[in-house]
């Protein structure tokens, strides 16, 4: 069984403020990890992707499979960064995807 | 290409009323998917295509539900009998995938937002 555990519900932080979003998964293969986003009135879109290693919009997650954590991090929030955010695991041996409950996230100008 | 699209936009039904929707993928997706999500909660996974074959269903997938995908393209979802439970935003996506090797990125589409009154 796949399990994704995104324990706070809403995040409001002040522009220019970091943001941490916590995700915890439960999976028995060799997992992989995914933060989806959906901004106000648009579809949902990927942000990132664990074995793509790289920044999106100033975004940065590492896997730790020690704590079984997925932590989406951004040391300066944005306004434009206002959304929803949805840690997202899969992996191999596995054709579905299994979604978080989703953090929505607020930037205070 | 404009990405997956889905019709209708906006469904409202009377409870016990048959319900399609409809989902059109990337051209060139080999899989789709058909999601469910409600307020406050993330898309719970239904069912999944690779082309026309459907290889897996969600225990969320009652008898009242079928999917269909005739000729690997497009896809239906049919609700028979709504009952207001089934109230949801219905999301379809697809992607281009070998099989067991994880699902890679998904393509979502806008939804389809069920009402039943």
């Known amino acids: 069984a796949q399990r994704v555990t995104q324990p706070e519900k809403l995040l409001s932080v002040f522009k220019g403020a970091p943001v941490e979003l916590k995700c915890n998964y439960s999976?028995?293969?060799?997992?992989?990890l995914f933060w989806y986003v959906q901004y106000s009135r648009q579809r949902l879109q990927l942000l990132l992707r664990h074995i793509s290693r790289e920044s999106i919009k100033g975004f940065t997650a590492d896997l730790n499979k020690g704590e079984t954590s997925f932590h989406l991090k951004k040391p300066f929030a944005q306004e434009e960064d206002s959304a929803m955010y949805y840690c997202a695991l899969s992996g191999y041996g596995n054709n579905r995807l299994a979604f978080g409950k989703g953090n929505q996230v607020v930037v205070i100008p | 290409d404009t990405g997956v699209s889905q019709d209708p936009r906006h469904k409202i039904t009377k409870r016990g009323q048959n319900v399609t929707f409809r989902c059109d993928p990337i051209?060139?997706?080999?899989?789709l998917y058909w999601y469910r999500q409600t307020l406050g909660q993330g898309p719970e996974f239904l069912t999944y295509?690779?082309?026309?074959?459907?290889?897996?269903k969600s225990r969320l997938l009652s008898d009242r539900f079928s999917a269909e995908r005739p000729k690997g393209s497009f896809s239906t979802l049919e609700i028979q009998r709504t009952e207001q439970g089934d109230s949801a935003m219905y999301l379809c996506?697809?992607?281009?995938?070998?099989?067991?090797?994880?699902?890679?990125?998904?393509?979502f589409g806008e939804g389809s937002r069920l009402t039943v009154l």
């Open positions: 295509f690779q082309n026309e074959a459907q290889l897996e």
């Open positions: 996506a697809s992607s281009q995938r070998k099989r067991d090797i994880g699902t890679g990125e998904l393509f």
């Open positions: 999976y028995s293969g060799s997992p992989e």
């Open positions: 051209s060139e997706h080999n899989r």
